[in-house]
């Protein structure tokens, strides 16, 4: 099987480690990583990556350069591999320098290919990569100069939705990107953690599942495995299935080794935090408290802080954005002096503010805004993240 796993702009390294942390050497490609693999990768690859967006299966490469050529190849596609009757087809094309331009046109004649083979396939409108769901198989085709990828999305709901964040606060933060963050620190889970600026909980919350090695599809009390595509996949194993996931239950600690805070100064955001790490099922791992940066403590000066701090978008005229950047910075000099240190930053005129030696670990995208990763420099060789635990 050829797979290959989505990963969020500017962070196909974090996916990388992550898939080499459980045993799958991957080729890091322009979106995401590609490898060889089977069923059992696939599976692992779903239930363990904290932050890629979703792993798809390749089901044909091809040239085409008219519809009649489009529809000989479309006729060949192993399309019984991922659809049934059961389940409605969803189509998402790209086309890009190529001869067959008109995205709608080449949706339909594949529709027209599923439909033969028995399932009811349709184009939406508009299919974003966070879209798919449980109850209709995503069909993801990209046209790149007359060359056809097909691919099967085998994660139904975009990976960073684990689904327990059904309370989001102003400006949340992605479950992957916080993943990523914690990744990119190189924080492991031995050190206590704070995330001061935690609004609807997702840093801390993240941090919890890494420290207690819980797969992210396990993000709730039960830690039943969240729906993925291909567990409708005609192919699919169930008794294998319940293995994994047993074998990824077997891996969880009792408790994180460490102490877990996240503080904000708004009462309404840590209401949030608090209902969505008790549906994560990491309500004893996390203290929570509502207090302004100024009022924070820390247990050690090795305490790591882990944050998304509020920006103005207009950051060069937001003086009460700049100080308040100047405050953080300060924070980590004189009280965490030894800690793992991360956060999100749209501009450098910020970072400045911070006055802390940090170095640019991604560039990536918040809320659709071109964000860069900041981690503490730690001398010129910096730390390899560490991923998941192997299954
Ligand atoms: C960008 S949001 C963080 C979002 C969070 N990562 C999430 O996933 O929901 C920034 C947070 O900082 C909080 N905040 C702003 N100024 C603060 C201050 N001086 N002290 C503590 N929290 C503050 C806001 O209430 C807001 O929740």
Redesign the pocket.
Known sequence: MRLYAVAPPGLERVVAAELAAIGIAGAEVTGGIEWDGDLSGLRRANLHLRCATRVLLRLAAFRARSFFELERHAGRVPWERVVSAERPVALRVTAKKSKLYHEGAIAERLAAAILKRGAAAFVPAHVDEDDGAADLQLIVVRVLRDEFTISADSSGEALHRRGYRQA??????RESS?AALLQLAGWTGETPLL?????????PIEAALRARAIAPGLANPGRTPRHFAFTAWPEHDAARWRAATAAARALIKERAPAAIMG????AG?IQ??RANAARAGVEADISWQR????A?EVPTPNTAVI?????GLRVSANRDVRD?WA?LGRFVRERVPEGDVALLSPDPALDRQLGVPLQVAAATRNGGIPVRVLVRARGPAARVPTGTPAA
Request: hydrophobic share 45%; glycine share 8%.
């Open positions: 989001i606060g102003k400006a949340p933060l916080a995330d001061p600026f935690c609004g609807s909980g997702t840093i503080s904000d100064r708004d955001a949030l935090a207090l302004a940066l100024s924070a944050t998304n701090p509020p920006y308040l405050a």
